[in-house]
């Protein structure tokens, strides 16, 4: 069975999907782009403040869950300039600790809101 997870204290869907859903043990968190949840607008103020607004809202939703970023399993993050990797890494890498989750990196040419940074999770709590 599936649960679909939401908390007002991440993004709203900006589409037809849920923020995350939980089935068993396993939760698949929705790519997170850097929305302010209390006011739904973009985060502006460079990559680095995006990525910390995107580790915010993962971290919301995990919490929903009764989970921590320690409960990562996997994660991809998709960028929109692979530039931006080192900067981004640092920030991704502030909010895990080890054994670090498994994770695949990839530039897009486009992402929703016309961001530059989109991350998605999956965690277990087991």
């Known amino acids: 069975m599936k649960k679909s997870l939401e908390t007002v204290h991440a993004p709203a869907p900006i589409g037809p999907y849920s923020q995350a859903i939980l089935s068993g043990n396993l939760l698949f968190v929705s790519g997170q782009v850097a929305i302010n949840p209390v006011n ?75 961001v530059n940074l989109e991350i998605a999770v999956i965690a277990s709590k087991s």
């Open 40 to 114: 739904q607008e973009v985060v502006k103020d460079g990559i680095e403040e995006e990525a910390h607004q995107v580790m915010r809202n993962i971290k919301a939703i995990l919490e929903e869950a009764g989970m921590d970023f320690e409960h990562i399993l996997n994660s991809t993050i998709y960028l929109k300039d692979f530039n931006d990797f080192q900067k981004v890494n640092g920030i991704y890498e502030g909010y895990l600790s080890k054994p670090y989750p498994a994770r695949t990196t990839v530039e897009v040419s486009r992402l929703p809101k016309d």
